[in-house]
């Protein structure tokens, strides 16, 4: 009840108004910690009940009697669903804004918690993912304009804060999994419903601060945009930043959805025991989202972007020719460098287009989101065809894309040389 208590008392403190970027450097007003903290921590539960779908594919396979293409399916409808609604979301709510939305969201991902505990058919299975998918399209843009709301000018730093607690949760998820949905079976999943009503009181009294930030910045002058780059310019840097959120989260989505059949398949461990590699590499993409947000905002989120994606690529190239002992450090290694591009490809679209931060964001959380589900489904049918081994021969060239990285242009370069010149 900590957090409760400590999300309503910084209503009192001043922030940036929504969407509005700072030139005045880090630390120009006060980072609302307090907020951050229970967006993340809503974060982690929302991404934890999440993670927990792929992480029980291996029991509804064997129960259901799957194919690999059928788990795309499932992954496709949770993941198509949110990536479909959260642009829209996003524009929405940068027009007419709705501070409880959150809160709402998060009843939707409850009841598809109970859809897929009780589901009895296939389509029904399906049905429930598509739900929890609804609820993320809704939590992931209106959250990301929150904790900018509450960044105090460190933008990098409070969306890595905030993205840590997704990926804390997507990590403990399969844990959960492993050792108590799995040995209890499918009925267990309505147990973790009470994790959703608990961020939907949290994020009930963020939906507070959140108003009274929004009349505070009714008062407040516009702030000019960090860059005179040409419309055409911004389109094209956005179709790159695109391409970029492609390569991670289609390579992702070979970690997230059939990393545990690629060790059971290659080296024979258990079920469970292939779980807990998940959750490794999982732990270590968290590390890597807390780390590449407050970098960014030093050296700027261009070279963070640059280093993250490209820099992985020797690490990818090996993973599919080593033993179990390498497979396990080349995974912490890609996490850790893989992870921390997301915050600043948000940061830098953001930045890229100031006053829509809601849009930017449901932009980029929906690719991710359907990126990840178009790539279970496309990589569930390649494994089918040519075996799941195969399947990361591919995926191992993605991170070649980075190359892109190039052509992004140092739109923080000129802002922070503008403002030292001033």
Not at 178 to 192: K, L
Not at 342 to 354: D, R, T
Not at 397 to 403: D, F, K, T, Y
């Amino acid at each position: 009840m900590g957090v409760l208590q400590n999300v309503t008392s910084e209503a009192a403190k001043p922030t940036k108004a929504p969407g509005l970027p700072t030139d005045s450097g880090p630390g120009a007003e006060q980072t609302a910690f307090m907020i951050l903290s229970a967006l993340a921590f809503c974060h982690f539960l929302n991404d934890m009940m999440q993670s927990m779908l792929p992480a029980i594919y291996p029991m509804l396979k064997e129960n259901y009697a799957l194919s690999f293409a059928q788990i795309g399916v499932i992954t496709l409808a949770f993941q198509g669903t949110a990536s479909m609604l959260q642009p829209i979301v996003g524009i929405v709510t940068d027009k007419r804004s709705w501070p409880y939305a959150l809160s709402v969201g998060m009843g939707f991902t409850l009841v598809g918690l109970f859809v897929l505990a009780n589901a009895s058919h296939y389509p029904v299975l399906i049905l429930g993912a598509a739900m929890v998918g609804m609820g993320s399209s809704i939590f992931h843009p209106d959250s990301s304009r929150v904790a900018r709301m509450a960044s105090g000018g460190r933008h990098g730093l409070a969306q890595s804060y905030f993205q840590v607690g997704g990926y804390v949760g997507t990590a403990i998820g399969p844990l959960l999994a492993a050792f108590i949905i799995v040995p209890r079976g499918q009925g267990s999943i309505s147990w973790f419903s009470v994790a959703a009503l608990i961020a939907m009181i949290v994020l009930f009294r963020v939906g507070n601060w959140y108003a009274s930030q929004q009349r505070a910045a009714r008062k407040k002058p516009a702030a000019a945009s960090g860059h005179s780059l040409p419309r055409g310019r911004v389109r094209l840097t956005l179709l790159l930043l695109t391409v970029l959120v492609f390569s991670k989260h289609f390579y992702l989505a070979s970690i997230s959805s059939y990393y545990t059949f690629f060790l059971i398949h290659k080296f024979g461990v258990s079920v469970r025991s292939s779980e807990v590699l998940l959750f490794v590499f999982l732990a270590a993409a968290a590390v890597g989202t807390l780390v590449g947000g407050p970098v960014g905002d030093r050296i700027g989120r261009k070279y963070v972007i640059w280093v993250s994606i490209l820099g992985v690529l020797p690490f990818t190239l090996a993973l599919p020719y080593v033993n179990l002992f390498w497979t396990v450090i080349l995974s912490v290694v890609i996490g850790l460098i893989l992870s921390s591009a997301f915050s600043a490809i948000v940061v830098y679209g953001q930045e890229l287009m100031p006053g829509r931060v809601g849009m930017v964001a449901g932009i980029f959380f929906g690719l991710a989101f359907g990126i990840g589900g178009i790539g279970a489904a496309a990589l569930g049918k390649l494994a089918d065809w040519e075996g799941i081994e195969f399947v990361y021969h591919v995926c191992s060239w993605l991170p070649a894309i980075g190359l892109l990285t190039v052509f992004l242009p140092d739109i923080e370069g000129k802002r922070w040389r503008r403002a030292k010149a001033a």
